[in-house]
């Protein structure tokens, strides 16, 4: 841990300075209390940095809490080991991508199924008690539940150091959260200059509390963040029913965690409830269950909370980027992914270069660096893993 500032505090052993610069700036708002605390993973990011937890007062900065509303992951422990596995791993993944339909603006071609339905009906009934149309931000906001989106979300299936299989993916609120957090990030732009306030980057515009355009955001948030949570129960189910035909038998989920680490909620932090933002972060309080993933060819964790209070009882949320895409398409091959993808059942692609693990920080310094933070309770390696491109 290291003390940056009176505001700033950092659990990151790899800070580059840029991203140091714009915690540091994100850090004396004035609003910030009692300090911004810095995860291992932390890294640069847009509008303020990923892997930071942000505690405020009196207001929000939509774009510190991101554009991918609630994104979160989810594994579910199944009662299968390695050994029960078919050899042939291909099938189930190609089952995966058609039961799941993947890529940037990727929609389902039906949304008939039962289960797909009763999530739907749920997210109606929400939205329309809060007084607001989810059409107006993304008129396919129905069509996504259940798509996984691109970049570094995925599905996998893994298996832990007993070698019990684990299915786990990775995703968020797809378009509508995407849209609605531009929206709610512009209207805080245009406020901030209405009104005079002179800020040290366009992105920490805010929006303060009591405001019928704060309300509308929090309202249009949380319901953004239920999408998510929602959106990986559906997937969930999904490849849990190609997973079963696969091996030829029904799952039993022994286990099951669902998490974000893209949102906010009221806390108390230091006597004063707080509106906390966690970019990049999950909830680590005292016993809670938690989910840290690697990149795709590197280990991801089950962990549980330590509940430590300078760290805002929070946790980083993987690996970090330590390589831009475009730099990591600049220095990797498509042989280095395959070669760093050995034994793992992947589509090979050029597509992937960017999410190869190299880019990305050395996730078993991230989880040294959060020794204060979590234990982990198991450590899940990939045997099969689904991407968009």
Not at 215 to 240: C, G, K, S
């Amino acid at each position: 841990m290291e003390q940056i500032n009176g505001k700033l505090i950092s659990w990151a052993s790899i800070l580059e300075q840029g991203t140091r610069d714009q915690a540091v700036t994100t850090a004396r708002m004035p609003f910030i209390h009692p300090h911004l605390a810095l995860m291992p993973d932390a890294h640069l990011g847009l509008g303020a940095t990923v892997g930071s937890v942000i505690p405020t007062l009196g207001a929000i900065m939509p774009a510190a809490v991101g554009v991918d509303i609630g994104c979160g992951m989810i594994a579910v422990r199944t009662q299968y080991t390695l050994d029960q596995l078919p050899e042939d791993r291909r099938p189930v993944r190609e089952a995966i991508e058609r039961a799941v339909p993947v890529s940037a603006g990727a929609a389902n071609r039906t949304i008939s199924r039962e289960h797909t339905q009763r999530r739907l009906e749920e997210l109606r009934g929400l939205a329309e008690q809060a007084g607001f149309d989810p059409s107006s931000h993304a008129k396919k906001w129905e069509l996504q539940l259940g798509t996984l989106g691109s970049g570094n979300h995925f599905i996998e299936i893994t298996v832990d150091e007993q070698q019990r299989v684990w299915l786990f993916l990775h995703s968020g609120s797809r378009g509508v959260g995407n849209r609605i957090a531009q929206h709610h990030i512009g209207i805080a732009r245009k406020r901030c200059e209405q009104w005079w306030i002179q800020l040290p980057h366009r992105d920490l515009a805010y929006l303060v509390d009591g405001t019928p355009e704060f309300d509308a955001y929090i309202t249009q948030m949380r319901w953004a963040q239920h999408y998510a949570l929602l959106n990986r129960e559906e997937m969930m189910d999904r490849v849990e029913r190609q997973f079963a035909e696969w091996v030829g038998g029904d799952v039993e989920r022994q286990e099951e965690i669902n998490c974000h680490h893209n949102y906010t909620e009221q806390e108390r932090h230091f006597g004063k409830q707080v509106w906390l933002s966690r970019k990049g972060a999950i909830n680590a309080e005292q016993g809670r269950a938690g989910l840290i993933p690697g990149s795709m060819g590197t280990a991801s964790y089950v962990v549980a909370g330590l509940g430590n209070p300078l760290a805002l009882n929070s946790a980083p949320h993987g690996a970090g980027r330590e390589y831009s895409r475009t730099k990591a398409r600049q220095t990797f091959t498509r042989e280095q992914l395959r070669e760093a993808m050995t034994g793992i059942e992947y589509r090979d692609t050029d597509a992937f270069i960017d999410e190869i693990p190299t880019a990305y920080k050395d996730i078993d310094q991230v989880m040294a660096d959060a020794k204060e933070l979590v234990e982990i309770r198991h450590t899940l390696r990939q045997v099969v893993n689904v991407k968009g491109d």
